[in-house]
């Protein structure tokens, strides 16, 4: 018997069973782990991680150690700048001594010294200034520094073709009574070009009536102002602050000061570490940089004190290489320039040399060798790139610095019979 259907179609339609969501019926896992709790630092924990703190160059001590002498006569140059209303060049250049390498305290004392000036401005004991500081060996090319100067003195980017000329105008033309400008040129060398036209402005600004300009450079080469053209010369200033390098008791003041509020190392092994450095070059970063790793060391053993053991082997992981071994595989362009460059520094008493006349020395040094063709500028940057990643050199945009001393680098070539006329030389 066939069942009768309703006319109401509604009815004949299965009303939905309401049901919940499977994401209601049950909660989904979350993938991320469970928070972990705190981890509690023990005291001697938390001791080693001042102490690492501390060390780290990227600390700005309180007190600045070692340079007392260099700091009352940088402050007594820049304050009387700063008073005189005499006009004309004001330049400072700052150098290592002649065995000296970089880490000499020179854009450390400068800005402390800079620091407290700027605090003195603030209570109105020195007249109002601008600070504008250039790192030269960021510069993508020597002439980018008139940018940096129309920015900061102009307030306005200018383009290729005028930027000179503004700053020109900027300082030369009548203009109202305005503060102050203090420059720093960090690492000057790098704007040491053939015809030097960089340097004459520079240079030149402050000797307007109302340049109201200050420019202080930093250099790290023995004879900076006697490669100058004449005319370049002409505006320098004569005011120079010679930085040596730093003495073992220097460096273990340094030392001490950073971490004057722990108790991580031992006596020794501070004297240890001043005495390994101060003979090897002087360099300040490089005894911070020892002794931030040995903590870094000595924490994860069970030792209470950084031992004369540690920073032996912070230092041997840091700065020992088997370059003996690694040289006389080299092209020999890279030997060639490798040794022009230790030329340079030992005839000349700095550490560090530019771009520009490495490559003019280059080429001309290739040219007069048999059976050698001239490198191209790229192909002298690529060599110098695989010389710093050897860590032979130090490079810092355009200007290269020695890391392994002249007779070490003698020593790994004494048996390469084509460069037997370069190394008589020294």
Known sequence: MKRKLRDDSYHSVKKP??????????????????????????????????????????????????????????????????GTKKTGASLCILYPDMCGMPGTGKTATYLYVLGKLQAEMELGLVPQFTFLHVNCMKLPKPDAIYHQFAEVLLGKKCSESKVVSELNRHFKAPQEPRNKVVVLVDEIDALLTKKQEVLYHVFDWPTQAKSELIITGISNTMDLAERFLPRVASRLGRHRIVFAPYRKVELEALVRQRLQETNVFSQEAVTFAATKIAGFSGDARRALQTCHLAAQLCMKDTSEQVTIEHIQHAHQELYSFSFTKALPRLPYLSKLLLLRLALKVKVRGGISVGLAELVEDMRTLASDVVGTRTPTRTEIQDILAVLGALKLLLVEGQVYKMMVSIDEVCQALQREERLARFLSLF
């Not at 989904?28 to 705190?38: M, N």
């Not at 938390?46 to 340079?67: M, Q």
């Open 17 to 82: 069973k309401l049901s919940r969501s499977k994401s209601a019926q049950k909660p989904i896992r979350s993938l991320d782990p469970p928070p972990r709790p705190p981890v509690e630092t023990t005291d001697r924990e938390a001791l080693f991680l001042r102490a690492i703190d501390s060390l780290s160059l990227k600390t700005n001590p309180s007190l600045l150690v070692g340079r007392e002498a260099e700091q009352e006569e940088l402050t007594r140059f820049l304050r009387g700048a700063l």
